[in-house]
């Protein structure tokens, strides 16, 4: 029954006790929260019925009250309370800022190197406190997976993702091809000049299904020498001379004196790059500032891939 009456106890019962422990008077106590002194004094004695004994002595007249031993117990646990409600304001204040919690994050390898280390570090700079952690695949169905079971708040997602999700479409990434300088002519080249040339390629997953489906439907069957999910490898092999490459702008590193690059004609179908998150579900502040910082990067490497193709 007593602990029955104790689930009835409220904050406003425990402020007006601190209150008036630290002030000493009841009057004293009410204008320093701002109520009546008969506010005050219904506080406490609703405080007094559910804890079942008077908390305070009151010596009347000028004299201030004091505690009793029950009262001394009483503030002890009611001010833990209060200092915890206080944290609890404070950490919420910083949730819906964005600044505390966690956000995981779904990705692969071109998005991982391309475009993820400026958000953490935009993230970071805005929200020292905040947990940021990352997965990684190569395969849009694993990322699907860890998107649908909440392993991940956000993911990115280099095809369709599933329809259960809600998404940002971020970014159009086209394929370009990769050869050794010389290779061919400066310029694009024709997709029908690469049949039966020797081919370095990724694992066939997501994205790399897409460039084969691409080359097929543009009258070119690829012969493929090497595959490995890592690009930079897939570059190497490239450099080395095995064959050539077509990879997504993302996985580029377009500098690379070591390496030409080259538009396709036809223009292959672009990897549609986009930020998916589960539907019906309240997303966290700091996973939605994460959204527009995203588009706002994706925005910038679309500039610098219209200056390339």
């Known amino acids: 029954m007593f602990m029955s009456a104790l689930r009835e106890l409220e904050l406003r019962h425990l402020v007006a006790l601190d209150a008036v422990a630290s002030e000493g008077t009841f009057g004293r106590a009410a204008d320093r929260l701002g109520y009546t002194q008969s506010a005050i004094s219904q506080q406490i004695a609703a405080l007094e019925r559910l804890v079942g004994e008077r908390v305070f002595d009151r010596p009347g007249g000028p004299r201030p009250v004091e505690l009793t031993p029950f009262g001394d117990v009483v503030l002890r646990h009611g001010r833990e ?173 377009i500098e690379d004196p070591r390496l030409s690059f080259h538009r396709l004609e036809p223009v292959l179908p672009p990897r549609q790059i986009t930020l998916a998150w589960r539907a019906g579900r309240t997303l966290s502040p700091a996973a939605e500032e994460f959204i527009e910082l995203a588009d706002d990067e994706c925005s910038r490497l679309a500039a610098t891939m219209s200056a390339f193709t």
């Open 81 to 253: 309370l209060l200092s915890r409600a206080d944290s609890m304001h404070d950490e919420l204040d910083r949730f819906r800022n964005g600044g505390v919690g966690r956000l995981t994050v779904g990705t692969f390898q071109s998005v991982s190197s391309a475009v993820l280390p400026a958000l953490v570090r935009s993230m970071r700079t805005r929200h020292p406190d905040l947990e940021i952690r990352g997965r990684e695949s190569p395969d849009d169905h694993e990322l699907n997976g860890l998107l649908a079971a909440g392993e991940v708040d956000v993911s990115f997602i280099g095809g369709a993702p599933a329809p259960e999700f809600e998404c940002r479409h971020l970014l159009d990434d086209p394929f370009v091809l990769l050869a050794q300088p010389g290779r061919f002519p400066d310029g694009p080249v024709n997709v029908s000049d690469l049949v039966g040339e020797p081919m370095i390629g990724q694992q066939p997953h997501s994205c790399q299904l897409l460039n084969e489906g691409s080359l097929r439907a543009a009258g070119c069957d690829p012969t493929y020498v090497f595959r490995s999910e890592d690009n930079g490898t897939v570059a190497a092999m490239v450099r080395s001379g095995m064959g050539v490459a077509i990879l997504p702008f993302l996985c580029l590193e």
